[in-house]
């Protein structure tokens, strides 16, 4: 069942909140001021983490529950974060100042089962979690509005080449078109139309904010046949 933005109507309050939510989010404040807000609306809060590399220790002691991680966390990789968990019924959500539809829509390649906004209202975070837990989809309204953006350009993104990848790669490292020509042994014509193909499938008037999601996007075009190629650097092979 999936319901955006509105309030999921499932089992008692004190049935609900049985899950076992893990922060992982850089220390400091936030994570625990996160835990005492989410403890005072009887949400069970179990560890802390504020690195990575220790989420898997800290799961093989929560076989179920809800992984709530924090976009900024020091050394976050999705997929290795994912082959961390498997086995388990443990699901993801994701915390960020800000989603792009394409990107968010990949995160679930990933095995991302929801997303919240740290700007979202308190209830709107308890409700993602819950319903999560619950096996319903609670989305708040600008998260909704993000997959029902997503959704309607996924099949555009899934079109992304290996070379729009290679060039992607390139561009968000801040090298320039003639740069990205030199590396890639074609001209800067080409990469000029290379780059407003990534622009015109992800939906995005400028590069900045792919930046975010191009590992996501990359992964997937190198996922398909012939999709990784040998890589170089500027200026050596």
Known sequence: MSIEGAIVPTRPEREKCHAEVVIAMPDGLLIQGLKILLE??????????????????????????????DTDLPGLNLINLRGKINGSSTKIILLDEFFHPAGLKLCQRFGVNNAVL??????????????TRNGCVYRSPRIAEAYRIANAQAETIETLTIREAEVLR???????????????KISVKTVEVHRGHILDKTGNPNLVELTDMANC???????????????YEYGQK
């Open 40 to 69: 005072a609306r009887g949400v069970q809060v179990g560890k802390l983490c504020s690195d990575a590399n220790t989420i898997g220790k800290i799961l093989e002691c929560t076989t179920s529950g809800i992984l709530l991680v």
């Open 118 to 131: 740290k700007s979202d209202s308190a209830d709107d975070l308890v409700q993602t979690i819950l319903g």
């Open 170 to 184: 390139l561009l968000v490292r801040r090298y320039t078109n003639k740069q990205v020509a030199t590396i890639l």
């Open 217 to 231: 996007l990359i992964i997937t075009a190198e996922q398909k046949p012939g999709g990784k190629r040998e890589r």
